[in-house]
């Protein structure tokens, strides 16, 4: 089973419709016995990576994710994924810090943020094609980097360490590559 944490924050609903779509069940919970029992825990996220931490930690998540991704996998889709990480310059805050790394505004000639479809560029033809981003800020790592979009500069769009996901695009908003995206992160990731 797949538990999306609901911690208030996150399109759920098309990310639900998806992940049933790809014969998954999945369950929309902060129930803390129902995350003990899914296999993937999948954290969403669109809005402010201050008020997203805040939430997490005002439900007492954070103790029972430091717990369980030790034999979970974790997958973080757009402000999920940055949550994964150490620091945010969104609200001068710190992340759950799975994942080396800072997350900063984007920086760019192009429009900010950084919307509509654009090619994922990896080492792994399964991950090359274009996908739906929407997001104002970035990672900023050098490790474990999946696969990157430009957008006028790199911008890190899969991460993966071990069963730790990241996924800074919409998947389930991205038609048959995103499916398939997410189809291979919850098998388990990327190799």
């Known amino acids: 089973m797949i ?4 911690y208030g924050l996150g399109n759920i609903a098309n990310l ?3 992940i049933r779509f790809l014969g998954y069940e999945v369950e929309v919970t902060k129930d803390e016995e129902a995350l003990r029992q899914a296999d993937t825990i999948i954290l969403p996220g669109v809005g402010h990576f201050k008020d997203a931490m805040e939430r997490i930690q005002a439900q007492d998540l954070v103790p029972l994710l430091n717990e369980l991704k030790e034999t979970k996998l974790v997958v973080g889709i757009c402000l999920g994924m940055q949550l994964l990480f150490e620091h945010s310059e969104e609200g001068d805050v710190d992340g759950l810090g799975y994942l080396p790394g800072t997350v900063e505004k984007i920086i760019s000639s192009h429009p900010v943020p950084h919307l509509g479809w654009n090619a994922l560029h990896s080492t792994l033809p399964s991950l090359n094609g274009d996908v739906y981003f929407i997001h104002s800020y970035k990672a900023v790592t050098n490790e474990n980097i999946v696969a990157t979009a430009d957008y006028g500069q790199d911008v890190v769009a899969i991460v ?3 069963n730790i996901l990241g996924i800074q ?4 908003k991205s038609g048959e590559i995103g499916l398939a995206i997410l ?4 098998q388990g990731g990327f190799k």
């Open 183 to 186: 189809n291979q992160a919850l």
């Open 16 to 18: 639900t419709n998806a």
């Open 160 to 162: 993966q360490k071990k």
């Open 3 to 6: 538990a999306i944490m609901d």
């Open 169 to 172: 695009f919409h998947p389930e």
